[in-house]
């Protein structure tokens, strides 16, 4: 059996029988020095492309060979997870609680699964405990994030370095040099720029070649200086001005320093230098796999940082001497967008440059995708190595066999296309085709288990996990912007106003406690006069000065003026700043001559739609606010009013009750008196009529006559009926009259609550009086940017 760890030898898997689908014991060991004619992976997701890739580096890693590695996913961090002792407790922090919950364990069994998992995996594969711990002493693994400091901070915009000679001397490859420096930067500013028609790209190309030319580096803030006073006045044969006016080197200059004053772009300006022989080696001279993870920038960001990545790359390369060996390798994860088959994204010449010209310095260029159709597949005739896996498409596979059929008539070797299509059409996973040029057939293999864990993409705070022991080490601790004074003695960068803007600072009196965390954010400030008129009724004719605060920012879709404060009174400004703050950044397209010049006009139609004059109005006493009144101020002044109203009111009342009160009970004391005398009588015949009854009866019992008596009875009986009909009828007329004088108290205590309710401040009717401005007298007297300081 051939030695798995022959140096100079990458062991990536077993043959493997595409008829049978067996896998043999035979290794497919891959020479090493093949790597610098270069290798494209191409895979779809689930083919076992990420696990291959990984193997190459680990065992590039175990022969001491360093790697560049830019990952735009975050999966290859997962270098980092090896572990020799293969014990469950070093898979634990790394394993996903979420899938150990779909497999029905607790995250300490799924760890102990893991462990077995990887450990039965690698002896399959004859790989011990030993290969690992080989693996990990042989290389440093470092994660790097640019414009982060998760893993270890890596800045690219302290400086533009000069390239070395060498690459000055070689004419194509400076001019592409330049050219892809200017390129990336426009791209991170969002300007999409033409290298041959764009005025920008032109100019800022002219401005890196006399700098480098002179052997100076381009700090930031010097790049700033000089977009804004190059060194030069002529572009071609045209004079500067014409060609690019000071106004648009302006506003470049702004929009690159808002950028660079921007507290979410901060990272970029921390961490270690961008140098390719530290990505390559420790200080010692230790290989390195230096992880560059991309994952959490924007599209502009990873575009810039790539194409500044591979120009550094390329000006090391120059400076290597010649080597038929593999010296280092770079390698890219998911390189679509970056190298496509039409279009010249900046990072695209480098890559091609790369192809065509590292082999003779012994780098290896190994490209990954799941997107063949996405590539350049003439540039990358310039690969000799394809690890082709299951590709998703016809269209994915017309276009490798494109691929495949240039590379191996570049090399001048045979190709079978028939072949190779129906060895494709067979491939599943982790079963790949290789085709090396330097070979004489392809060979189909099936991976080999890879060292490390491969658990996905890492988490920012696994990566910051994995670098807190080193990155104080590797770069400087991020120190903030207050803390980091800039050559002027200021306490941070202030952004570049473009003309015809005017600029002024909100003074700040009070004295600022140690720890502030203040700010100069950006806003707009208005002074503007409205004038409101009213002819009808009571004559209004005002003038109002109006002040107002905006905020500016991105998401101010609806307009800036918005989120606008009103101001009662003006600010105090200063034309210079009274605080070392550092400033935020405001958005380059709300800040310009022009821009302002609308804000201007959106505020005074602002004030036409929303501004109002508003007053109150009472018709029931006759009152109209003040001008500045508010209503509960008008209702509590209207209290006054409101008592002395009530009071004549309920004079007015008592007054109008008093007559039908004074008749009311006149009446109820003739009916009581009338009710007494004909209650009196009608006793005094009961009583009567009672005591001739009485006569009756004795008569009847003792024997004397009775006729008489009993018609002198009968004529009282009915005289005393007659008596309570009339009491009766006197007793109805008093109730009738004594009803009557009860309601006329109820009426009186009604008129008095109503009057009270009509007369309650709380409860007057209040009728809004609202005046629009004149439009044409709404004048914006003034309209500034402003800076305030505010809490971050």
Not at 153 to 160: A, D, E, K, Q, W
Not at 695 to 711: C, E, K, N, T, Y
């Amino acid at each position: 059996m051939p030695n798995l760890d022959d140096r100079n030898s990458f062991y990536l898997g077993r043959d493997h029988d595409l008829a049978t689908g067996q896998t043999s014991a035979t290794p497919l060991l891959y020479d090493s020095k093949h790597l610098t004619t270069h290798a494209v992976c191409v895979g779809m997701t689930g083919s076992g492309k990420t696990g291959l890739c990984v193997s190459l580096l680990e065992e590039a890693a175990l022969d001491g060979i360093p790697a560049i590695v830019i990952d735009p996913k975050g999966d290859l961090g997962n270098l980092l997870l090896a572990f020799p002792k293969l014990r469950p407790e070093d898979f634990r922090p790394w394993i996903d609680p979420g899938e150990a919950a779909r497999k029905g364990v607790d995250p300490d069994a799924f760890a102990q699964q893991t462990a077995d998992l990887w450990r039965d995996g690698l002896a399959k594969w004859d790989q011990g405990p030993e290969r690992v711990q080989r693996y990990v002493d042989s290389v440093e693994r470092i994660i790097f994030t640019p414009g982060s400091s998760a893993g270890v901070p890596l800045t690219v915009l302290r400086s533009f370095n000069a390239p070395p000679q060498e690459l000055i001397d070689d004419v194509d490859l400076y001019r592409a040099r330049v050219g892809s420096a200017a390129s990336g930067l426009l791209a991170l500013l969002g300007i999409d720029a033409d290298p041959v028609r764009s005025s920008e790209h032109i100019f800022l190309s002219n401005v890196f070649d006399h700098a480098w030319r002179a052997g100076r580096d381009l700090g930031i803030e010097q790049l700033i200086r000089e977009i804004q006073q190059p060194p030069f006045d002529k572009v071609g044969v045209m004079e500067l001005e014409s060609f690019f006016p000071a106004k648009q080197r302006a506003e470049l200059a702004m929009a690159l320093n808002n950028l660079l004053a921007s507290p979410a772009f901060a990272g970029w300006m921390q961490g270690a230098p961008l140098s390719v022989p530290n990505l390559l080696r420790s200080p010692e001279g230790k290989p390195r796999v230096s992880i560059l993870s991309i994952a959490d920038l924007d599209d502009a960001q990873r575009m810039f940082f790539v194409t500044i990545l591979l120009n550094e790359v390329l000006a090391w390369m120059r400076t290597q001497p010649g080597t038929g060996s593999l010296r280092a390798i770079l390698y890219m994860d998911e390189v679509f967008g970056y190298f496509p088959p039409v279009g010249a994204p900046p990072s695209k010449l480098p890559m091609l440059t790369l192809l065509k010209q590292a082999r003779a310095f012994g780098l290896g260029v190994v490209l990954a995708t799941q997107n063949p159709v996405d590539l350049d597949y003439k540039g990358l005739s310039n690969c000799g190595t394809w690890l082709l896996g299951r590709l998703q498409t016809e269209r994915d596979k017309a276009r490798v066999m494109e691929g495949l059929e240039g590379a191996s008539a570049q090399a001048g070797a045979q190709f079978n296309k028939q072949e190779m299509e129906r060895t494709l059409a067979g491939l599943g996973s982790r079963v790949f085709l290789i085709n090396n040029v330097h070979e004489d057939a392809p060979r189909v293999f099936h991976t080999r288990w890879a060292m490390s864990y491969l658990r996905g993409p890492l988490s920012r705070e696994q990566v910051k996990t994995l670098m807190d022991p080193v990155r104080d080490t590797l770069a400087p601790p991020v120190v903030s912007s207050v803390e980091a004074p800039l050559p002027d003695g200021r306490g941070s960068r202030r952004p570049i106003v473009p003309h015809g803007v005017t600029e002024r600072f909100v003074r700040y009196e009070e004295k600022l406690p140690r720890d502030a965390q203040l700010t100069y954010q950006p806003a707009l400030y208005a002074h503007a006069k409205a004038h409101f008129v009213r002819t009808t009724g009571e004559d209004i004719d005002v003038w109002r000065d109006l002040y107002w605060t905006a905020p500016l920012a991105d998401e101010a879709a609806a307009g800036v003026w918005s989120q606008a404060q009103r101001r009662d009174d003006a600010l105090t400004l200063a034309e210079t700043p009274t605080l070392e703050l550092p400033f935020e950044e405001f958005p380059s397209g709300l800040v310009s001559e022009k821009a302002f010049k609308q804000h201007g006009r959106d505020l005074e139609e602002m004030i036409y739609q929303s501004e109002r004059l508003r007053l109150w109005e009472c018709a029931a006493l006759g009152e109209r606010s003040g001008l500045d009144e508010e209503e509960a101020a008008f209702r509590q002044r209207l209290e006054g009013a409101c008592d002395r109203k009530l009071k004549a009111e309920m004079d007015a009342i008592e007054t109008a009750f008093a007559a039908k009160i004074k008749r009311a009970d006149a009446s109820v004391a003739s009916k009581q008196k009338k009710y007494d005398e004909q209650n009196s009588q009608f006793w005094g015949r009961l009583f009567g009529f009672v005591w001739k009854l009485i006569d009756l009866a004795l008569s009847a019992i003792q024997g004397r006559a009775v006729s008489r008596r009993s018609s002198s009875s009968a004529t009282a009986a009915r005289q005393a009926a007659t008596e309570r009909g009339q009491a009766q009828r006197a007793k109805a007329d008093l109730d009738e009259a004594t009803a009557a004088r009860a309601a006329l108290d109820e009426q009186l205590d009604a008129a008095k609550v109503e009057a009270a309710l009509k007369y309650d401040p709380q409860r007057l009717v209040l009728e809004p009086i609202e005046i629009a401005p004149r439009k044409s007298d709404i004048d914006v007297e003034s309209l500034v940017l402003v800076w305030l300081p505010a809490e971050r």
